[in-house]
């Protein structure tokens, strides 16, 4: 059974940069053609997609965010994390790492809230 959980602050003051970790067990985020994923969903809001990281290492980001996030994995560790820079208020969500496969996501963590706060 694959299993993720999320890590990192719950509180990031204006301007700074938001990290996040995902801790994958159960499965190995180098094999098996699997996207790991982030999505958050802010209050009132939608499900938004971040960005991934895929088995290979390659990385696609959402056009909306690009030029603020950073997608990285440490293969020893299991972990792929998620850095949002120049945060405001807009950033505060639920923060959800998730496993894609074959354009659906099959496995998620139990979400971790941050708030961006001064």
């Known amino acids: 059974q694959v299993q993720l959980q999320e890590s990192g602050p719950g509180l990031v003051k204006p301007s700074q940069t938001l990290s996040l970790t995902c801790t994958v067990s159960?499965?190995?985020?180098?094999?098996?053609?699997?996207?790991w994923t982030w999505i958050r969903q802010s209050p009132g809001k939608g499900l938004e997609w971040m960005g991934r990281?895929?088995?290979?290492?390659?990385?696609y980001y959402s056009p909306s965010l690009r030029s603020r996030t950073a997608i990285s994995r440490d293969t020893s560790k299991n972990q792929f994390s998620l850095q949002l820079s120049s945060v405001t208020p807009e950033d505060t969500a639920v923060y959800y790492c998730?496993?894609?496969?074959?354009?659906?996501?099959?496995?998620w963590g139990q979400g971790t809230q941050v708030t961006v706060s001064s």
């Open positions: 159960g499965g190995s985020i180098t094999t098996g053609y699997y996207a």
């Open positions: 998730v496993r894609g496969f074959n354009y659906s996501w099959d496995y």
């Open positions: 990281i895929n088995y290979d290492g390659s990385t």
